[in-house]
T-cell receptor, first 116, second 114 residues
Framework: GAVVSQHPSRVICKSGTSVKIECRSLDFQATTMFWYRQFPKQSLMLMATSNEGSKATYEQGVEKDKFLINHASLTLSTLTVTSAHPEDSSFYIC????????????FGPGTRLLVL | QKEVEQDPGPLSVPEGAIVSLNCTYSNSAFQYFMWYRQYSRKGPELLMY????GNKEDGRFTAQVDKSSKYISLFIRDSQPSDSATYLCAMSSLLTGGGNKLTFGTGTQLKVEL
């Protein structure tokens, strides 16, 4: 299946700093990528849909100025958590949408963010 | 009412058992159905992708879709300890273009014991 990587896998930062998370599709081109967050023992909550070369579409309740998304190429999307606070601590997962007949999402391994 | 309902478990079974995992949904527009497996602190891994009603088999896994009842299932035969994970059902509609914008169940935590 298609492979998606994320970097870093884990990050600890101080409150008020910004953190950038990279999502790469390694063996396919993803015109669309998605960003999710997942709290312990809960399901994935979609934050935003990122299309290459255009502005991301954010889900209701997600602050676009706080969670900056850039999808500069067909294989790279970044999520920047600006002025992070402890309540932003979570597991952030990206996915890339594959093409073909059975278009579906392939997920990265996730990034665990801890804001102190 | 949530669009997708899934029993969170935990579900504990002995090694070798047949496991049945289920989701119900309320949105009749859902046409594409997926099962993902997620190990602790990892991203979800696609296991099965189905479109039509009926059964689809892949190795020890069988996905079943009953659109008339709005009910989907994942069966795991000869379960192994390595199958211990959280299983998430996900679905999407033609309106959102197939694999776009998935709606997930809460996930069922499965533990297969020796």
């Amino acid at each position: 299946g298609a492979v998606v990587s994320q970097h870093p896998s884990r990050v600890i930062c101080k409150s008020g700093t910004s953190v950038k998370i990279e999502c790469r599709s390694l063996d396919f081109q993803a015109t669309t990528m998605f960003w999710y967050r997942q709290f312990p023992k809960q399901s994935l909550m979609l934050m935003a849909t990122s299309n290459e070369g255009s502005k991301a579409t954010y889900e209701q309740g997600v602050e676009k100025d706080k969670f900056l998304i850039n999808h500069a190429s067909l294989t790279l999307s970044t999520l920047t958590v600006t002025s992070a606070h402890p309540e932003d601590s979570s597991f952030y997962i990206c996915s890339g949408l594959s093409g073909g007949i059975q278009e579906t999402q392939y997920f990265g391994p996730g990034t665990r963010l801890l804001v102190l | 009412q949530k669009e997708v309902e899934q029993d969170p478990g935990p579900l504990s079974v002995p090694e070798g058992a047949i496991v049945s995992l289920n989701c119900t949904y309320s949105n009749s527009a859902f046409q594409y159905f997926m099962w993902y497996r997620q190990y602790s602190r990892k991203g979800p891994e696609l296991l099965m992708y189905t479109y039509s009603s009926g059964n689809k088999e892949d190795g020890r896994f069988t996905a079943q879709v009953d659109k008339s009842s709005k009910y989907i299932s994942l069966f795991i035969r000869d379960s192994q300890p390595s199958d211990s994970a959280t299983y998430l059902c996900a679905m999407s509609s033609l309106l959102t273009g197939g694999g776009n914008k998935l709606t997930f169940g809460t996930g069922t935590q499965l533990k297969v014991e020796l």
